[in-house]
Every structure is written in C-alpha cells, then in structure tokens.
C-alpha cells in the first residue's frame, strides 16, 4: 500500500486544530513532534521512503481537568490533584515544549458578555497583523535561500541575530528560567515570540515588557512541568 499524506500534511501551510487535545490516543499526538520540528513527515517503508510537507500551525483545545471547571471563578471543581495530573499527562512535555503558545481563556462571566464597550475590530487586527508580517518578511529576506516568512520558522542561528536582548532583557528572562525550569526549546519560542510582540508593535528592539509578555504565555509550563 502506498502511503498517503495525512491530516499535518493536507493542513501543510494552513492551521491544524485539534478539539479535546488529552482525548486524542497518546501515540497519535508523539508522532506530530516530529513534523512540528521539521515541517515535515518522513514515512520509512522496506522498499521505500517517502518524506511529505507539513509545515502547519497548529492550535489545540482542552479543558484544564475532566470535569473542565477547575480555577473557573463560579463553579466547583471536584477533581482530585492526582485525576488533574493524570488527566494533564496525557500530553507530553516534550510535544507542550513545541508549542509556542499556551494560554489559559476563562469563561465569560455575564457583564463581559452584555458589556457596551466596542471590541476592537478584525479589520484593525488584520492591519496590525500584516504590517507586522512585511515588518519579518523585509528582516528575512536577508536568507533567502533558506525561504523563511515569519517569525515562528527562525532557526537558533536567526534567533541570534534577530533577537538580540538588553542586559535588562537577559536578566528577566534568566530569572524566568531558572525558576521555571522552562527548556532550551521553551527559551527559543519565548524570544520568537517576544519578537513577534515586538513587530506588532513596531518596535525595532525587544524591550523587557515583550519578554515578559512571552514568558506569560507559556502557562502549561508554569502549572504542570516547571
């Protein structure tokens, strides 16, 4: 049977989402480390190998234990801290470790929800968005061999010259580190992120509030593997 491209595949330079993420069978979720990584899917066979594209961006969903309410402000969390942690292990630490981005969303409270204030716009938002793209694709080009668009596919050699640190800079993220006992991946996707802060804002350097920013949205980091 010839293998076919699979669902990182057929997502490759789209968005991956996966709902329920501790629900998916363990094995499944391993094998995305390796594309995660690469940006592609290598299949070994006998009398073959073949080697798919799957540069994706992926993002996930999960409740913070079984019953979904723990830390929620209005209802009751009945699970015990032995189900959470089993419940939490079901991911890796080694696949969290690839994501640059994890966050905890509450619910919205009645108020938010009947609120009058204007949010603001998609149309803003995409304006920001693109002026910070032209902002990494102008920085990137320098390697164009390499064909790199964003922030998120730099290399540890880019995050040297494009995400050069302040002495207060290097002594926030530092301290974030040894306390979180945050990885050597974790530190790259916190200055990769930090300097994509950094392009929606504008700013030509990473300032210390960008740094602090990306250490904060490493949250799964700081509750469950630090």
């Given at each position: 049977?010839?293998?076919?491209?699979?669902?990182?595949?057929?997502?490759?330079?789209?968005?991956?989402?996966?709902?329920?993420?501790?629900?998916?069978?363990?094995?499944?979720?391993?094998?995305?480390?390796?594309?995660?990584?690469?940006?592609?899917?290598?299949?070994?066979?006998?009398?073959?190998?073949?080697?798919?594209?799957?540069?994706?961006?992926?993002?996930?969903?999960?409740?913070?234990?079984?019953?979904?309410?723990?830390?929620?402000?209005?209802?009751?969390?009945?699970?015990?801290?032995?189900?959470?942690q089993r419940y939490m292990s079901k991911?890796?630490?080694?696949?969290?470790?690839?994501?640059?981005?994890?966050?905890?969303?509450?619910?919205?409270?009645?108020?938010?929800?009947?609120?009058?204030?204007?949010?603001?716009?998609?149309?803003?938002?995409?304006?920001?968005?693109?002026?910070?793209?032209?902002?990494?694709?102008?920085?990137?080009?320098?390697?164009?061999?390499?064909?790199?668009?964003?922030?998120?596919?730099?290399?540890?050699?880019?995050?040297?010259?494009?995400?050069?640190?302040?002495?207060?800079?290097?002594?926030?993220?530092?301290?974030?580190?040894?306390?979180?006992?945050?990885?050597?991946?974790?530190?790259?996707?916190?200055?990769?992120?930090?300097?994509?802060?950094?392009?929606l804002e504008n700013g030509a350097e990473?300032?210390?509030?960008?740094i602090a920013e990306a250490i904060q949205?490493?949250?799964?980091?700081?509750?469950?593997?630090?």
């Amino acid at each position: 049977m010839i293998p076919r491209p699979g669902e990182v595949s057929l997502a490759h330079n789209g968005v991956l989402f996966l709902d329920e993420l501790p629900e998916f069978p363990r094995n499944v979720l391993e094998v995305m480390r390796q594309p995660l990584e690469d940006g592609n899917v290598c299949i070994a066979r006998a009398a073959m190998s073949l080697t798919f594209p799957a540069r994706f961006m992926l993002a996930a969903a999960m409740n913070p234990c079984p019953c979904g309410y723990y830390n929620d402000r209005s209802r009751e969390c009945h699970c015990t801290p032995m189900i959470i942690q089993r419940y939490m292990s079901k991911i890796s630490g080694p696949l969290m470790d690839r994501i640059d981005i994890h966050i905890d969303v509450p619910a919205v409270n009645y108020k938010e929800m009947r609120s009058k204030v204007d949010p603001e716009s998609s149309g803003k938002i995409l304006e920001r968005e693109m002026r910070a793209r032209d902002i990494q694709l102008k920085r990137l080009s320098s390697a164009p061999r390499e064909k790199l668009y964003c922030n998120a596919q730099m290399g540890p050699r880019h995050i040297r010259a494009y995400c050069q640190l302040s002495a207060d800079c290097e002594r926030l993220l530092e301290r974030a580190m040894a306390q979180q006992g945050l990885t050597a991946r974790a530190h790259d996707r916190i200055l990769k992120v930090a300097r994509t802060i950094a392009d929606l804002e504008n700013g030509a350097e990473i300032a210390p509030k960008h740094i602090a920013e990306a250490i904060q949205y490493r949250t799964l980091d700081r509750t469950f593997w630090a």
